[in-house]
């Protein structure tokens, strides 16, 4: 019987799903009206097949576009509209830098150099990519925070890998560093308003409704030290209990590094032009808002600024033999690498979360939650967290903040409470997403890695999703009323 199931593991998968996706629609338990029934079965069917593995990711993410048409969903112009949303073009711009980056080996001296500084134990080294990859992504968009750690990451693995101690767990280092830069950034993005889209959503919503805002310096003194706890914990969870990976200090590993840096050399002509590239794209990062506001001739965007890196890299010559004058730091032949299947997966996930929206689901959700809310402000915020956390593990997350902020605040409105007692665990949920890789742009950046299976990230995610609801609830309960203002 288990070499039945075995071989026909992809059938179940594809039977399975479906047969869920049908229970959805013809019982229909939520009482939903026909469209938003339907828009629901169809997600169903999605996430079980991803979360199954019936078929490759990608394939999965191109249903809508069959689906949501032939059902009057929604037409094929209009899906399609999914698969070319901006944030699509922010990975591929971040997947030609780094590239590029890749291309010329300057992944292998960032990392050789990281490795030289934080020593070849594997914990360490863990240690010191989270707190670095949390600290940047307080003041900078988290998946430009990921895109710039992602190939240095993934060189300080090959290097390590080429040279462990005997017991030493490669796998689980490489899938511990992988997951611990997406979720690093996703939980230092919630520190500072800035830090993650859904923050400024929900600050923009309250401007809109109370007509003033929150004090940046107030939303610090309470995000800063879960963001924080968030982060130690992470690597506890990771490297102490979930995947231990045994990898001592290795004084052959430490002479091989330095051995490698020396053989390197200087730095070379194409290096140094790789270099400026990534360094004027995250700068241009960091500053775009003072950019956009200093002058209106031309606004910049996370998306804009890395395609105008990736462009770039295809239009600066090499330098490299005077043989090859017309040689690019970047040819399109250097693209068969790139992970182009991740692109149709975020375009899938997008087209899901829209339908979901346009069917009033949220809004559905919403009142759900209101017909549980009791005098028991320990339990509704709990609720309103649980909800939020795991909501946008299939959905974008701003896009929620968007639509919940004003369900969440009538709801407060009407109980009596702060507002804001709701309403900030609300968004910071919709950041700590860990489960699903279309969850947040981090987590679908590092799944393309190729050292994570989807069964790992949900099993992870699980247990930091756990961990981020009693945490974000404990804060919101004791140390919001001490520190924010009563809207």
Request: proline share 4%; charged share 10%; hydrophobic share 55%.
């Amino acid at each position: 019987m288990q070499e039945f199931f075995k071989k026909y593991k992809k059938e179940a998968a594809l039977l399975t799903g479906l047969l869920l996706c049908l229970f959805v629609f013809f019982v229909n338990p939520l009482g939903l009206a026909f469209k938003a029934k339907l828009v629901l079965s169809i997600a169903v069917l999605m996430i079980s097949w991803w979360v199954l593995d019936a078929m490759p990711l990608a394939v999965v993410a191109l249903l809508p576009l069959v689906l949501y048409p032939l059902l009057n969903i929604n037409t094929i112009k209009e899906t399609s509209k999914a698969y070319s949303d901006s944030i699509i073009y922010l990975f591929m711009g971040g997947f030609f830098i780094g590239m590029a980056i890749e291309k010329w080996n300057l992944h292998k001296r960032i990392a050789l150099s990281i490795i030289k500084l934080t020593g070849t134990n594997g914990n360490n080294i863990i240690l010191g990519f989270i707190l670095s990859t949390g600290f940047l992504s307080m003041w900078l968009s988290n998946t430009a925070t990921t895109m710039m750690m992602y190939p240095i990451a993934a060189s300080v693995i090959t290097v390590i890998g080429n040279h462990t101690n005997p017991g030493a767990n490669i796998k689980n280092f490489s899938l511990t560093l992988m997951l611990s830069l997406a979720y690093a950034s996703n939980f230092g993005g919630i520190a500072t308003i800035i830090g993650t889209p859904p923050n400024v959503a929900y600050v923009r919503h309250l401007n809109e409704e109370f007509k003033h805002g929150i004090d940046f310096a107030n939303w610090m003194l309470l995000c800063m030290p879960l963001a924080i706890i968030l982060l130690l914990a992470l690597y506890l969870i990771m490297v102490k209990w979930l995947y231990p990976n045994h990898l001592a200090h290795s004084v052959d590993g430490k002479n091989f590094i330095n051995a490698e840096l020396k053989e390197m050399g200087r730095l070379s002509r194409q290096e140094k032009r790789v270099l400026i590239v990534f360094c004027s794209t995250a700068f241009l990062w960091i500053t775009k808002d003072i950019i956009n506001t200093s002058q209106k001739i031309i606004q910049l965007d996370d998306s804009i600024i890395a395609l105008m890196g990736a462009i770039s890299l295809f239009m600066i010559p090499s330098g490299r033999t005077k043989e090859d004058p017309d040689e690019r730091l970047l040819e399109w032949s250097d693209t068969k690498k790139m992970a182009w299947g991740i692109l149709l997966l975020f375009g899938g996930g997008i087209a899901m979360a829209k339908s979901l929206e346009d069917a009033k689901l949220i809004q559905d959700l919403g009142q759900y939650i209101a017909g549980f809310a009791t005098n028991n402000l320990l339990l509704l915020i709990f609720l309103v967290t649980l909800v939020s956390v795991f909501l946008s593990e299939v959905m974008s997350n701003i896009a929620q903040v968007i639509v919940m902020a004003p369900v969440i605040t009538a709801l407060a409105v009407a109980m009596h409470i702060n507002p804001l007692l709701l309403g900030i665990p609300m968004t910071l949920g919709a950041s700590c997403a860990s489960m699903m890789p279309m969850g947040t742009p981090p987590n679908a950046i590092v799944f393309a890695s190729g050292h994570i299976k989807l069964n790992q990230m949900i099993k992870t995610g699980l247990v930091l999703n756990i961990v981020c609801i009693i945490l974000i609830t404990l804060f919101s309960w004791l140390l919001l009323p001490l520190i924010m203002p009563a809207f």
